[in-house]
């Protein structure tokens, strides 16, 4: 194993962050290591979304450090948008976009490139993600959920990114739709190489495709591990997460 910094893709320190007089983030670490899928779990409005959208640099914080493949997140300012992919948890497209023309925007945004090279490229994202060429041309209102989520994938890849953020990836796609878009991350990150920090609720998720589960309460990282361990927390919260009569009842399913 070499330097620290090359074995994670994201170190948290000590992060603070709030809205006026709400603190939602509160003094929390976390590392992501390099490669792995790591999964991060918490109660709905825990901030579960602003630390994705802090790490990324769209929300400022108070206090703490964040380093993403070895580089320090300044407070304010904006990272290198080639470093990380994200599915927003709203993960919507531009409607008044081509399917091509959603997975283009960010190598518009980015980089200068012939439009057949453009396409090209396009064409490759989609079908890394499982959609055909045909489906290129046809605008986000006219696509079924999980072909939105793909997209919206396939967007995230357009730089070639090391590391890939998907907020709740899954929620609204029925369990068929849900296990082969885990299958495809899984397999994305294992070509690729990539590195996934995914929030979700989808306990199928955390079991079959996350390397380790990290679990937000009370503002910080109260459990983070393989599944099988957090399954073991004595923490109160993670406790009633995994074993609610709920999540009982699906655990007993899947054995
Ligand atoms: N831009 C913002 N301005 C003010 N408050 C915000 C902002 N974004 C988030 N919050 C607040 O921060 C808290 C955490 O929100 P967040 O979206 O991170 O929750 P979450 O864990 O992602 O929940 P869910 O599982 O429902 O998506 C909430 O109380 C929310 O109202
Ligand atoms: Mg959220």
Known sequence: ???????????????????????????????????????????????????????????????????VMGQPIGGRTQGAATAWGILFQQGALFSSLTVR???????????????????????????MVGLRAQDADKYPAELSGGMTKRVALARALALDPPILFLDEPTSGLDPIAAGDFDALIGTLQKTLGLTVFMVTHDLASLTTVCDRVAALADGKIVAIGPMRELLQSEHPWVRAYFHGKRSQMLQHEMR
């Not at 997975?103 to 490759?124: G, H, K, T, Y």
Request: charged share 25%.
């Open 1 to 67: 194993m070499g330097e620290q910094q090359e074995e994670f893709a994201i170190r948290v320190r000590d992060l603070v962050v709030g809205f006026g007089r709400q603190t939602v983030l509160d003094h929390l670490s976390l590392d992501v290591r390099r490669g792995e899928i790591l999964g991060l779990v918490g109660a709905s409005g825990g901030g579960k979304s602003v630390l994705m959208r802090t790490i990324i640099g769209l929300i400022p914080r108070r206090s703490g450090t964040i380093e």
């Open 101 to 127: 023309q959603n997975v283009q925007f960010p190598l518009r945004e980015n980089l200068v490139l012939s439009q057949e090279l453009m396409d090209e490229i396009a064409i490759a994202k989609l079908e």
